[in-house]
């Protein structure tokens, strides 16, 4: 059983375009990540959900909007994508206690065209 | 503010030698530090971590760690590298005063040659 899950894997669009994708955890973790994966491999934190609430919200455009509709999910929605958006955006999950882990999505590749 | 550091953008090893991938931390309070492996097309996978306790920590396919406070370091160690170790490693730290939140290093390419 896949424990974090993100759809589409791949997408590929315009630049202007509005895109969203979604990610579930079924390892009833309580938080919730979404990392942008640059072309460097540098790893960067967006937004962070706890029980629904966010958290942690970096210096990222208003055009990148989370929404946790309950613990197990956390879907990204990008309005007006622009050429700087294509990257690999990585969901990921935890429990909100020291010793444990973040658990990854395997990512969702965004290309615009 | 909570960071880790690492230092090599690549590492280079024959199978079969040993091999260390090194990390370095600055943390105010206990750092909590782990290792993630990411293949390919993947997300990351938890390696090992260490909490508190012995300095030496295991971790997956034959993967350790050596926690040296006094160089607040935490370099990753594999006594005989394969060629499918051959990956990219990230080692991160955990903020002491809020849980939820991760910082990551810049990753290190391993590579393992036949």
């Known amino acids: 059983d896949t424990a974090v899950s993100q759809t589409p894997k791949y997408l590929v669009t315009q630049m202007g375009n509005d895109k969203s994708i979604k990610c579930e955890q079924n390892?009833?973790?309580?938080?919730m990540y979404w990392y942008k994966q640059d072309s460097k491999k540098f790893l960067k934190i967006m937004f962070s959900?706890?029980?629904?609430?966010?958290?942690i919200n970096e210096t990222v455009p208003n055009r990148f909007s989370p929404k946790s509709p309950d613990k197990a999910h956390l879907n990204l929605h990008i309005n007006s994508l622009e050429l700087g958006d294509s990257a690999v955006y990585f969901c990921?999950?935890?429990?909100?206690?020291?010793?444990?882990?973040?658990?990854f999505g395997d990512g969702t590749r965004l290309s615009i065209l | 503010a909570q960071s880790v550091a690492q230092p090599e953008d690549q590492v280079n090893v024959a199978e079969g030698n040993p091999l260390t991938v090194k990390c370095t931390y600055s943390?105010?309070?206990?750092?909590?530090l782990f290792w993630y492996v990411q293949y390919p097309n993947r997300g990351l996978q938890f390696l090992l971590k260490?909490?508190?306790?012995?300095?030496l920590v295991k971790g997956s396919y034959g993967f350790e760690a050596e926690f040296n406070k006094s160089q607040t370091s935490f370099h990753l160690k594999k006594p005989s590298a394969l060629v499918s170790d051959s990956a990219l490693y990230f080692c991160?730290?955990?903020?002491?005063?809020?849980?939820?939140?991760?910082?990551f290093g810049s990753g290190t390419k391993l590579n393992v040659k036949p």
């Open positions: 943390v105010s309070g206990n750092p909590y």
């Open positions: 390892l009833g973790h309580d938080t």
């Open positions: 260490y909490i508190t306790g012995d300095n």
């Open positions: 991160a730290v955990r903020d002491p005063y809020n849980f939820n939140k991760f910082y």
């Open positions: 990921a999950s935890s429990q909100s206690v020291s010793n444990q882990p973040q658990h």
């Open positions: 959900y706890n029980n629904k609430e966010l958290i």
